[in-house]
């Protein structure tokens, strides 16, 4: 199947500062990129969708000036994670897709952020 | 609304079967899954089911779909000590245009 590359893997950083993460497809163009919010013992929550060129949409709650995503190429999409607070830690996973409606989606290997 | 909802957890014994039950809400589901999760990991697609099909099979894997009563299962065979996980279930509604809806996961655990 397809791969999708998501860096870093862990990242442990200092509240207040901001957190990079990206998410490559790397052997096909993924026109639409989602990234996902997961907590302890939960599910996997959609937090926006993005759209190579054009502005990403956010689900309802989630805070776009906190989230910064960017999807300037049909291989890369990034998260930012802007002055992060410990409640900001979770694991946060990015798919990709090439098509309108994908019949599969590729995930990344997940990012674990922990703010101290 | 668009729901799916699954059991936390499953025990079995080594070498015997696990089934995995999921429900949900949205009928015009075109396409079903099955993911699995390992700890620290991302998803794994295991295979998934258009809507038009009752079941599928896959070596060790068997995805039943009752449309009527719209209910998904995941039957693994001869479970192994590398199954333990935790199993989602999703869902791509018709009107969601490629955002799937996800279950809560349940977390497979393999006793001896």
């Known amino acids: 199947g397809a791969v999708v590359s998501q860096h870093p893997s862990r990242v442990i950083c200092k509240s207040g500062t901001s957190v990079k993460i990206e998410c490559r497809s790397l052997?096909?163009?993924?026109?639409?990129m989602f990234w996902y919010r997961q907590f302890p013992k939960q599910s996997l929550m959609l937090m926006a969708t993005?759209?190579?060129?054009?502005?990403?949409?956010?689900e309802q709650g989630v805070e776009k000036d906190k989230f910064l995503i960017n999807h300037a190429s049909l291989t890369l999409s990034t998260l930012t994670v802007t002055s992060a607070h410990p409640e900001d830690s979770s694991f946060y996973i990015c798919?990709?897709?090439?098509?309108?409606?994908?019949?599969?989606?590729?995930f990344g290997q997940g990012t674990r952020l922990t703010v101290v | 609304g668009e729901d799916v909802e699954q059991s936390l957890f499953l025990s079995v014994r080594e070498g015997d079967s696990s089934v995995i039950n999921c429900t949900y809400t949205d009928s015009s589901s075109t396409y079903l899954y099955w993911y699995k999760q390992e700890p620290g990991a991302g998803l794994q697609l295991l295979t998934y089911?258009?809507?038009?099909?009752d079941m599928k099979q896959d070596q060790r894997l068997t995805v039943l779909l009752n449309k009527k009563d719209k209910h998904l299962s995941l039957r693994i065979a001869d479970t192994q000590t590398g199954d333990s996980a935790i199993y989602f279930c999703a869902e791509i509604p018709y009107s969601s245009a490629s955002k799937i809806i996800f279950g809560s996961g349940t977390r497979l655990s393999i006793r001896p």
């Open positions: 993005s759209n190579e060129g054009s502005k990403a949409t956010y």
């Open positions: 089911i258009f809507s038009n099909m």
């Open positions: 052997d096909f163009q993924a026109t639409t």
């Open positions: 798919s990709a897709a090439g098509t309108a409606k994908n019949t599969e989606a590729f």
